[in-house]
């Protein structure tokens, strides 16, 4: 399942990570990618040092944890920092999959869900589009500032050649409480039919069903 979010940053907020961004140190993408995708990684990242990492990690995945279609559709159990991308003309990233395990030793995770935040607007450059293969076929995805794409971690995808301009983006993985992307599809969508039962018809005893059958369902699936 492929998800788009619109608005998990506001204005406000997108306006002091884009500003924050302008003023740092960027540095070669290939330092924190491994073997195989060195070869296929040409971006620059935020460089892990910079001051104000701590500020920019609490405002992009606190707007992204407490974002209710996130949370739905991640089940996050851990979420990662983000890394900020930017790509410049002629900056590309090859097809690859991410990492299935990442994090210090200590505080290691599973990537079930990788996230892209688009922090710059799709007008101010060509090309750039997040590629994903999926099982109906590829997905190029170019979002409005503050908008996010969810996916599983597993497809395999690149990002296509920024041709003019820049493209600036926040990228983080998530482990998720269920870690099947199958599964987690059918809970986003029977929490989906679910929310609309509670909301429109809360006394009806098919809503009491469905409700139970849910939230045992998750239980059942759920690994901490
Ligand atoms: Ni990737």
């Known amino acids: 399942m492929l998800i788009t979010i619109p608005n998990v940053l506001d204005q406000q907020r997108l306006d002091f990570v884009t500003q924050t961004l302008e ?84 505080q290691q995770y599973r990537t079930d869900v990788s996230t892209t935040v688009f922090l710059n607007e799709p007008e101010d450059y060509e090309g750039g589009e997040l590629v994903i293969n999926t099982s109906f076929g590829e997905q190029k995805i170019k979002l409005a500032a503050g908008s996010a794409v969810v996916y599983p971690s597993g497809s395999l995808h690149h990002v296509a050649e920024v041709t003019k301009g820049t493209r600036l983006v926040a990228v983080t993985w998530t482990q998720s409480m269920v870690r099947e992307p199958a599964k987690r599809e059918l809970l986003y969508n029977l929490n989906l039919a679910r929310e609309s039962l509670l909301k429109n018809r809360p006394d009806d005893n098919e809503t009491k069903k469905i409700d139970v059958t849910y939230i045992n369902l998750f239980r059942m699936w759920a690994e901490l």
């Open 23 to 106: 003023k740092a140190k960027f540095v070669d993408g290939k330092l924190s990618a491994g073997m195989a995708a060195k070869r296929v990684k040409n971006n620059e990242e935020l460089s892990a040092d910079d001051q104000q990492m701590q500020q920019l990690n609490n405002i992009v995945m606190g707007s992204l944890v407490q974002h209710e279609e996130f949370k739905a559709a991640a089940l996050p159990l851990r979420v990662a920092a983000p890394f900020y991308a930017r790509y410049s003309k002629g900056m590309t990233y090859g097809d690859h999959v991410d990492d299935p395990i990442m994090g210090n030793p200590g």
